[in-house]
């Protein structure tokens, strides 16, 4: 599947490809001036806070998103998500993968809160 921009343009998708899976994602994002899509982290293009990546889609296409080590754990713990792997086998334990779309803008949103603030 090609990449292809975001459905409803914004600031952040006028020059940057956008997965439409992720779409809905940085769209959620619009408005919020100190965001950014763009750049590569982890071999993806990403949503970014101040510079530092809070939620992207992986090279291998899986939505990802920075937040607590605990909040990782309990997550992963009830099957709400995994730790994610960059690829050299080390998992990290303040990076969550979840498949479960309908919960990815609330997820950014938090990430976005924790990468943010620290809260």
Do not use: C
């Not at 940085?26 to 590569?40: E, I, L, M, N, S």
Request: glycine letters at 8%; aromatic letters at 10%.
């Amino acid at each position: 599947m090609t990449k292809k921009r975001a459905k409803t343009p914004s600031r952040l998708t006028s020059s940057v490809e956008v997965d439409p899976a992720f779409a809905p994602v940085v769209d959620a994002f619009a408005t919020q001036r100190d965001v950014t899509y763009g750049g590569k982290g982890f071999g993806s293009a990403a949503l970014k806070v101040n510079g530092k990546i809070f939620a992207m889609m992986s090279s291998k296409r899986q939505f990802v998103v920075k937040l607590r080590r605990d909040r990782v754990e309990h997550l992963a713990r009830l099957g709400q998500g995994e730790y994610f792997d960059p690829g050299q086998g080390r998992l990290m334990k303040e990076w969550l993968v979840s498949a479960a779309t309908a919960r990815w803008v609330e997820l950014a949103r938090e990430a976005y809160r924790f990468v943010k603030d620290g809260v």
